[in-house]
C-alpha cells in the first residue's frame, strides 16, 4: 500500500479481515452477557484487541484468525514475543486503576469458520 492511500486512512484487504475477525467476536463476546471497555488499545510496547468487563472482571482478548490451517491454527500463532506484548499493553492499561480489578487475558481463535474462546489463555 502506497503512503498516499495510507494517508487516506484507506485499509487493506488483511486489516479489513482482522476488522471482521474482531467485529464477529465482539459479538460473540456480547451474547455471552460482557460489555465492551474498549477496543483497539494500543500503547508503546504493545496493543489489545479488545477490552471487555463481565462483573467485576476484566477480560483483555486477543482475536487471532487464521483462514487455513498449512500454518497450525490461530492460537497457535500467538507466539511468546507476542504474549510479552500483550501482557505489557494489559499492565499499561490497568495504571488507570488506583486498585485494579481482577483480570484475564483471553484468546478468541478464528480457524474457517469455527470460533473458539480460550478462557485465561495468556498469564503472567
Not at 53 to 69: A, H, M
Not at 76 to 86: D, E, G, L, V
Not at 102 to 122: E, H, K, M, T
Request: aromatic share 4%.
Amino acid at each position: 500500500m502506497g503512503l498516499l492511500a495510507r494517508l487516506k486512512g484507506v485499509r487493506t484487504a488483511r486489516q479489513q479481515a482482522g476488522d471482521a475477525a474482531e467485529d464477529r467476536a465482539l459479538h460473540y463476546l456480547a451474547a455471552q452477557g460482557m460489555r465492551l471497555v474498549e477496543r483497539n488499545f494500543r500503547c508503546r510496547g504493545g496493543e489489545i484487541d479488545l477490552i471487555m468487563q463481565s462483573g467485576e472482571t476484566l477480560i483483555f482478548v486477543e482475536v487471532r484468525q487464521r483462514t487455513g490451517d498449512s500454518h497450525g491454527d490461530a492460537a497457535a500463532s500467538i507466539t511468546p514475543r507476542k504474549q510479552a506484548r500483550i501482557l505489557l499493553a494489559a499492565q499499561i492499561f490497568l495504571q488507570r486503576y488506583r486498585e485494579p480489578p481482577p483480570c484475564r487475558i483471553d484468546v478468541i481463535s478464528i480457524d474457517g469458520a469455527r470460533l473458539q474462546w480460550l478462557r485465561n489463555a495468556i498469564q503472567a
